[in-house]
């Protein structure tokens, strides 16, 4: 059991966690181990996300919630994958007398469970996911209790997305790089053969699409072997975008 005095805590501000931690791994387990901290009745908590549409536990505390999501994960079913995917909270007072989740409830009291609480994570982005929080007790978590965990779970939504955005971000960067590195090869190419055949700009780069089609290559392929034929070595590469200081 927690202190009394925990139901006086009050969550921490997303962008305090963000900073005190180097990765998103970091931050949900910094934000479970406050949760369970801040809940008299949790002794322990797992975080679900699903990533290629299989649920995965990426952060726990308590010892119990790795082998609990487990169970879940290989039936297929259970509290959090619920709460995961009908967005709503599924609450359980009482595990002894459960009978949904097929071998699920047993395993839990063998493993001193009797209650658990799953919030589903706010979804913001592409992840789903649930916050499951485990009692020893029975009729461990009140509607107080639900309504801080809930805060919580909003934290984790923020923060997934957040990390989402930053690998968008990075995604879209590397895209780019690769985009202008290609133009300028393209561009290069259509220079050589101007200059070669005297003739116009579209000319040139209808002359690269034909080859390209011919040859079954990308067109970035195609005047990169044309420019090293000519010059001897490959083609300069465009330095890579660095954002402004």
């Not at 406050?34 to 649920?55: E, K, N, S, Y």
């Not at 536990?57 to 487990?70: F, M, N, P, Q």
């Not at 055949?197 to 034909?210: E, G, I, P, Y």
Request: glycine share 8%; hydrophobic share 40%; with cysteine.
């Amino acid at each position: 059991m927690r202190p009394q005095g925990a139901e006086n805590h009050r969550v921490m501000p997303m962008v305090d966690w963000l900073l005190e931690t180097a990765s998103l791994r970091d931050f949900l387990q910094h934000l479970v181990d406050d949760a369970v901290r801040a809940v008299p009745g949790a002794d322990g908590c797992g975080v679900t996300l699903q990533r290629r549409h299989r649920p995965l536990t990426v952060v726990s505390t308590g010892g119990v919630a790795d082998k609990l999501d487990e169970r879940q994960y290989g039936q297929d079913d259970g509290p959090c994958l619920q709460a995961m995917r009908t967005g709503h909270v599924v609450r359980v007072a009482d595990l002894l007398g459960e009978d949904r989740w097929g071998t699920y409830p047993s395993l839990a009291v063998s493993l001193g469970i009797r209650s658990s609480l799953s919030l589903p994570i706010p979804v913001r982005a592409h992840t789903a996911g649930a916050l499951n929080f485990y009692g020893a007790g029975p009729h461990a978590f009140t509607h107080r209790d639900e309504r801080v965990l809930a805060q919580f779970a909003a934290q984790a939504g923020g923060g997934i997305a957040l990390a989402q955005r930053l690998a968008d971000a990075e995604d879209f960067t590397r895209d780019l790089q690769t985009a202008l590195r290609s133009r300028a090869v393209i561009d290069q190419a259509i220079g050589a053969i101007m200059q070669q055949r005297r003739c116009s700009a579209d000319q040139a780069f209808a002359v690269l699409r034909t080859l390209s089609q011919q040859t079954n290559r990308k067109l970035r392929e195609v005047c990169a072997r044309l420019l090293t034929d000519l010059g001897g070595q490959p083609p300069e590469q465009q330095p890579p975008l660095r954002p402004r200081p």
